[in-house]
């Protein structure tokens, strides 16, 4: 029996040219990400490695043909030991399913799976004051933190670029562990 669209799941290195691909699309056309070079899919497939390594989520949406449309990833915010707790989040969707709900099917799956491996905060880092993005995570619970002006240059403009936040699992409410 063929699966619903979108189907998430979690990232293998296997799945790497396809969210190399998607990455590209974004980097070439979109200001959510101030990347101005595509990565590698050798690059790409390290970050999926990384991610699994370290038991951080890395998330794909499929299509019921097991195309990749888009993918999901939590990183530890800041590399210092007290950010721990708090993740930020990247989602990407390809061009061709924009629109179709995959970025919030995967926006609600990391947040399940950044709860479950005990991040207590999740932060969104919004290049380019990107509205869709902005619309999405105020859906998921996400609230507006702060807008850096003219933080990014790319495609012949200035960016900004916004934060917002939402707490995971009990959040501040008491400590970690």
């Not at 669209?5 to 101030?34: C, L, M, N, Q």
């Not at 019921?64 to 721990?84: E, N, T």
């Not at 869709?132 to 105020?138: G, K």
Request: with cysteine; glycine share 12%; hydrophobic share 45%.
């Amino acid at each position: 029996m063929p699966r619903a669209s979108p189907f998430i799941e979690a990232a293998t290195p296997a799945d790497a040219k396809a969210i190399a691909s998607i990455y590209a699309h974004h980097v070439a056309r979109g200001t959510g990400t101030y990347d101005i070079e595509p990565r590698s899919v050798a690059v790409t497939a390290a970050l999926v490695s990384d991610h699994i390594a370290k038991g951080w989520p890395f998330l794909v949406a499929r299509d019921a043909g097991g195309d990749v449309l888009g993918y999901a990833y939590a990183s530890q915010f800041r590399p210092r030991p007290a950010y721990r707790w708090t993740c930020e989040d990247s989602i990407y969707v390809g061009p061709a399913a924009q629109g179709r709900g995959v970025g919030r099917a995967l926006l609600e799956a990391l947040i399940g799976a950044s709860e479950a491996v005990g991040f207590r905060t999740m932060i969104a880092v919004i290049g380019g004051a990107e509205p869709a993005s902005i619309a999405l995570h105020a859906a998921c619970g996400f609230a507006h933190a702060g807008r850096l002006e003219s933080t990014g240059w790319k495609h012949g403009r200035w960016l900004d670029t916004v934060y917002m936040q939402r707490a995971l699992g009990d959040g501040s409410a008491s400590p970690p562990l």
